[in-house]
């Protein structure tokens, strides 16, 4: 009976796919009217699809993104990419942190990288929605706030209005926000609308946001904004920007670290 299910299950997602492939994107409802499944088997059959398929799951559905060669990886494959990099880029963002300050940390692998260094100060907080960077800094000396909501699978970061409703309480300094694309006119952008929201909300309590990202990133534009460049305070990567980007960037008054 097992076998059964799963294929009714995977020619269901089939279908899906081919219907995010005509018309762009999907809804909830709309699986639920044409496939005759309930909600929560709409919304597990988006989360499987997400991790075989170029489908990004978005509030409410999921999009087709197979014109975009990248995609958003799961947490182990992206810790591999250009791990010395990333490993510099956080060397370089956590030497801006100092005893006293209250920081931001959003997913990715290199802020996960800054936990890891900062595990050995003291007298530091960490504010985070990611669930990986917080168990990474358990035991430390570090105090950790873990804002809520539901985590996502990808990037372990916790999601949705629960989390965004305690952001809203919080003030942080520093905030350091890990992005999949930035360019002068796109700003900082995510391949995660859920992502972008909690994002947002963090930038909104902080008095001083930093971009951090790879040479990989940069002049690229991904589905969902986060912010424009005058929302932040700075950028930390580990190449020199782009002419277009440094003029853009220099125009707002934005520091630019880059690793050396």
């Not at 294929?7 to 492939?21: F, I, P, T, W």
Request: glycine share 10%.
């Amino acid at each position: 009976m097992a076998d059964v299910s799963g294929s009714k299950g995977q020619r269901r997602r089939e279908a899906v796919l081919q219907l995010l492939k005509q018309q762009g994107r999907v809804t909830i409802p709309e699986m639920v009217e044409r496939f005759g499944c309930s909600e929560a088997t709409a919304r597990r059959d988006l989360e499987q699809m997400e991790t075989e398929y170029p489908v990004i799951r978005t509030i409410g559905g999921a999009i087709y993104d197979g014109m975009n060669a990248v995609r958003d990886l799961p947490f182990a494959e992206k810790e591999g990419l250009s791990i010395l990099e990333k490993e510099r880029i956080a060397g370089l963002a956590a030497s801006l942190i100092i005893e006293g300050d209250v920081i931001g940390l959003s997913g990715g692998t290199t802020n996960f990288l800054i936990a890891k260094m900062l595990k050995s100060r003291r007298g530091i907080t960490v504010v985070t929605n990611a669930v990986n960077i917080a168990m990474e800094l358990a035991g430390s000396d570090i105090q950790v706030v873990v804002t809520g909501g539901i985590m996502r699978h990808n990037s372990f970061e916790l999601c949705g209005p629960l989390g965004e409703g305690m952001v809203a309480h919080l003030h942080i300094g520093k905030m350091f926000i890990g992005v999949d694309g930035i360019s002068a006119s796109g700003g900082i952008t995510t391949y995660s609308e859920q992502e972008a929201q909690i994002a947002k909300a963090l930038i909104k309590r902080s008095q001083a946001a930093y971009a951090v990202f790879d040479h990989t990133k940069t002049d690229r534009t991904s589905l969902f904004s986060i912010a424009s460049l005058t929302e932040l305070r700075g950028v930390i990567t580990d190449v020199p920007l782009t002419a277009e980007l440094e003029a853009e960037v220099k125009q707002h008054g934005i520091s630019v670290h880059v690793t050396g």
